[in-house]
C-alpha cells in the first residue's frame, strides 16, 4: 500500500497539513477583509466619510434616538429624525446638503430614513455648515437590533446610548480636575466608563444613573473588573427624578435640550464651585467657564467646563474699614449666571460695579470709590457663604494687592429663589 510507505505517508500529512492551513490563512483573509477578491475587480467608491464637525451655525439640536424608531419593514428599520433650534422648535424640511449614514437611504416620509442594516451601530448624520435649514453640524445615532426589541427592553430615554470615547474621557477627568475627595456623578451613565473610570483612576467616589437596566449592568461589570465597587454607586432611575446635590462633579453626555432642562436644577441645588462637565454640548445662555477640543480620527469632540456659582442677588448691607474708621457700605445685586452687575454705595458715593465675576463662591468685583481725596477705582475681591460677604478692597492700579481695606457685608434682601435659575 502505497500511502502505509512511511516516507509517502509523512509527505501526505504534510501536504494535508499545509493545504489545510492555507485554507485557513484564505479563510482568515476572507474574514478580515470581506469582498477583497471582488475588490480587487471591482472597487465601489468608498463609503461617505462624515465631515470633520465645526462650529454650528446657528444652536439647533439633532437628534436621532432608538424612541423615535417607528416602524419596522422585514429587516429594515424606518428612522425618524427630529431638528430643533434653539428655541426648542422642530425645524421643518430635509435639510440640503445632508451626508446621511452609511447604508441608510432617505425615504418618501418626512424626516424619515431607511437603514437595512441591523445591529447595533452608532453613527453620524453630517450636515454642511451651509445647510438650509441649518443645522447643528453632526448628530449621534443609534441603532439597535429591533424595534419590537426597543418594545420590551427599551425605556423612553431622552438621549439615545452612545458612549464616550476614552480620550474625551480622560480629557473631561482631568478638566474637572477630579480628586480622591469628589463625589462624581454621572447623570445618563451609559456603560460606566465616565464615573468608573472617575474612581478608578482618581479615587473618587462615584454615582451612575441611567434609566436603562442594560446599561447600569455593565457599568456594574465595568466597576467590578476595575475593582471600584466599593467607591460607586448605580441608580436606574430617571436622571429628572435623581438628586444629585451631593455631587461636587457632575458629568454630562446628553443633549442640548436636556442640559437645558437641567441648568435650573442645576443652578439651585449644587453646592458654589461644583464642577460640570460636559462633552459636546452647551448650556445654552449659560456661558462656560471654560471649553476644549479633543480631536479624534479627524472629528472634533468639544469639552465644556463649568463652575456653579454662589448666588448673590439681592442687597448687601455692611461696611469697610479705612484708616480705623468703619464706612457703611450697600450692595444692590443683579445677576446672570457668573456675572453679576449693580451699584455699590461707599460712605455717601454710589457707583455702577464694574466686571462683576463669580467663580464659585469666590466673588469680584471693580467700582469708584472715595480714596483718599480722590475717585479711585477698586478692585473688591473676596468669599460669600450664603448670606455673609467677606471680602477685601484695594486699588485697581496696585495690582500687587500692598494696600487693602478689609470689608464685610450681609445680605438683607433677597428675590424667593435665583432669578436665572427658575424652570
Ligand atoms: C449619550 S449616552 C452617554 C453615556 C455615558 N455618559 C458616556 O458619556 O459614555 C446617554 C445615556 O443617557 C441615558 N439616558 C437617557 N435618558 C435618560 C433619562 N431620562 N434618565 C437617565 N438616563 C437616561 C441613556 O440610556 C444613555 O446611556
Same mark, same amino acid.
Given at each position: 500500500?502505497? =500511502?502505509?510507505?512511511?516516507?509517502?505517508?509523512?509527505?501526505?500529512?504534510?501536504?494535508?497539513?499545509?493545504?489545510?492551513?492555507?485554507?485557513?490563512?484564505?479563510?482568515?483573509?476572507?474574514?478580515?477583509?470581506?469582498? @477583497?477578491?471582488? *475588490?480587487?475587480?471591482?472597487?465601489?467608491?468608498?463609503?461617505?466619510?462624515?465631515?470633520?464637525?465645526?462650529?454650528?451655525?446657528?444652536?439647533?439640536?439633532?437628534?436621532?434616538?432608538?424612541?423615535?424608531?417607528?416602524?419596522?419593514?422585514?429587516?429594515?428599520?424606518?428612522?425618524?429624525?427630529?431638528?430643533?433650534?434653539?428655541?426648542?422648535?422642530?425645524?421643518?424640511?430635509?435639510?440640503?446638503?445632508?451626508?446621511?449614514?452609511?447604508?441608510?437611504?432617505?425615504?418618501?416620509?418626512? *424626516?424619515?430614513?431607511?437603514?437595512?442594516?441591523?445591529?447595533?451601530?452608532?453613527?453620524?448624520?453630517?450636515?454642511?455648515? +451651509?445647510?438650509?435649514?441649518?443645522?447643528?453640524?453632526?448628530?449621534?445615532?443609534?441603532?439597535?437590533?429591533? @424595534?419590537?426589541?426597543?418594545?420590551?427592553? +427599551?425605556?423612553?430615554?431622552?438621549?439615545?446610548?452612545?458612549?464616550?470615547?476614552?480620550?474625551?474621557? +480622560?480629557?473631561?477627568?482631568?478638566?474637572?480636575?477630579?480628586?480622591?475627595?469628589?463625589?462624581?456623578?454621572?447623570?445618563?451613565?451609559?456603560?460606566?466608563?465616565?464615573?468608573?473610570?472617575?474612581?478608578?483612576?482618581?479615587?473618587?467616589?462615584?454615582?451612575?444613573?441611567?434609566?436603562?437596566?442594560?446599561? =447600569? =449592568?455593565?457599568?456594574? &461589570?465595568?466597576?467590578? +473588573?476595575?475593582?471600584? $465597587?466599593?467607591?460607586?454607586?448605580?441608580?436606574?432611575?430617571?436622571?429628572?427624578?435623581?438628586?444629585?446635590?451631593?455631587?461636587?462633579?457632575?458629568?454630562?453626555?446628553?443633549?442640548?435640550?436636556? *442640559?437645558?432642562?437641567?441648568?435650573?436644577?442645576?443652578?439651585?441645588?449644587?453646592?458654589?464651585?461644583?464642577?460640570?462637565?460636559?462633552?459636546?454640548?452647551?448650556?445654552?445662555?449659560?456661558?462656560?467657564?471654560?471649553?476644549?477640543?479633543?480631536? =479624534?480620527?479627524?472629528?472634533?469632540?468639544?469639552?465644556?467646563?463649568?463652575?456653579?456659582?454662589?448666588?448673590?442677588?439681592?442687597?448687601?448691607?455692611?461696611?469697610?474699614?479705612?484708616?480705623?474708621?468703619?464706612?457703611?457700605?450697600?450692595?444692590?445685586?443683579?445677576?446672570?449666571?457668573?456675572?453679576?452687575?449693580?451699584?455699590?454705595?461707599?460712605?455717601?458715593?454710589?457707583?455702577?460695579?464694574?466686571?462683576?465675576?463669580? $467663580?464659585?463662591?469666590?466673588?469680584?468685583?471693580?467700582?469708584?470709590?472715595?480714596?483718599?481725596?480722590?475717585?479711585?477705582?477698586?478692585?473688591?475681591?473676596?468669599?460669600?457663604?450664603? &448670606?455673609?460677604?467677606?471680602?477685601?478692597?484695594?486699588?485697581?492700579?496696585?495690582?500687587?494687592?500692598?494696600?487693602?481695606?478689609?470689608?464685610?457685608? &450681609?445680605?438683607? @434682601?433677597?428675590?424667593?429663589?435665583?432669578?436665572? @435659575?427658575?424652570?
Amino acid at each position: 500500500m502505497p =500511502i502505509a510507505h512511511p516516507v509517502r505517508r509523512k509527505f501526505a500529512i504534510l501536504v494535508a497539513l499545509s493545504l489545510s492551513l492555507a485554507l485557513a490563512s484564505a479563510c482568515r483573509a476572507g474574514a478580515a477583509a470581506p469582498g @477583497a477578491a471582488e *475588490n480587487q475587480m471591482d472597487s465601489p467608491p468608498p463609503p461617505p466619510r462624515a465631515t470633520a464637525p465645526t462650529r454650528p451655525v446657528v444652536d439647533i439640536e439633532l437628534s436621532i434616538s432608538p424612541s423615535r424608531v417607528f416602524h419596522q419593514l422585514g429587516d429594515t428599520v424606518a428612522l425618524r429624525w427630529e431638528a430643533r433650534d434653539s428655541a426648542g422648535r422642530v425645524v421643518e424640511g430635509v435639510p440640503s446638503k445632508l451626508t446621511w449614514p452609511e447604508g441608510a437611504e432617505p425615504t418618501d416620509e418626512p *424626516n424619515t430614513f431607511r437603514l437595512t442594516r441591523l445591529g447595533h451601530q452608532v453613527f453620524f448624520l453630517t450636515a454642511d455648515p +451651509d445647510a438650509i435649514p441649518p443645522l447643528a453640524t453632526s448628530a449621534l445615532v443609534t441603532v439597535v437590533e429591533d @424595534a419590537s426589541d426597543l418594545k420590551h427592553r +427599551d425605556p423612553d430615554l431622552d438621549v439615545p446610548f452612545v458612549p464616550t470615547a476614552m480620550e474625551v474621557v +480622560d480629557a473631561m477627568l482631568e478638566y474637572a480636575d477630579v480628586q480622591a475627595d469628589d463625589i462624581v456623578y454621572d447623570l445618563g451613565c451609559g456603560d460606566g466608563r465616565l464615573f468608573v473610570t472617575a474612581a478608578a483612576r482618581h479615587g473618587a467616589a462615584a454615582v451612575g444613573v441611567d434609566l436603562d437596566l442594560r446599561r =447600569i =449592568i455593565e457599568s456594574r &461589570q465595568r466597576a467590578m +473588573d476595575d475593582g471600584v $465597587t466599593g467607591r460607586v454607586r448605580f441608580y436606574h432611575a430617571d436622571l429628572f427624578q435623581t438628586d444629585f446635590h451631593e455631587a461636587s462633579v457632575l458629568l454630562m453626555y446628553l443633549l442640548p435640550s436636556v *442640559n437645558r432642562a437641567l441648568r435650573p436644577r442645576i443652578l439651585r441645588n449644587m453646592q458654589p464651585g461644583s464642577r460640570i462637565v460636559s462633552h459636546d454640548f452647551d448650556m445654552g445662555d449659560w456661558e462656560p467657564d471654560g471649553h476644549r477640543e479633543v480631536e =479624534i480620527r479627524e472629528l472634533d469632540h468639544h469639552v465644556f467646563f463649568w463652575i456653579v456659582p454662589a448666588w448673590v442677588e439681592g442687597i448687601w448691607q455692611g461696611e469697610v474699614e479705612v484708616e480705623g474708621q468703619a464706612v457703611p457700605l450697600r450692595l444692590e445685586l443683579s445677576q446672570q449666571y457668573q456675572k453679576a452687575a449693580g451699584h455699590l454705595t461707599w460712605g455717601e458715593h454710589r457707583s455702577e460695579i464694574a466686571m462683576a465675576h463669580l $467663580t464659585g463662591d469666590r466673588f469680584e468685583f471693580h467700582a469708584r470709590v472715595p480714596w483718599g481725596d480722590d475717585l479711585e477705582r477698586v478692585h473688591v475681591v473676596g468669599t460669600v457663604a450664603e &448670606q455673609d460677604f467677606s471680602a477685601t478692597a484695594a486699588r485697581a492700579a496696585d495690582e500687587q494687592r500692598e494696600v487693602t481695606l478689609p470689608l464685610k457685608a &450681609q445680605r438683607i @434682601a433677597a428675590p424667593a429663589s435665583p432669578s436665572y @435659575a427658575r424652570e
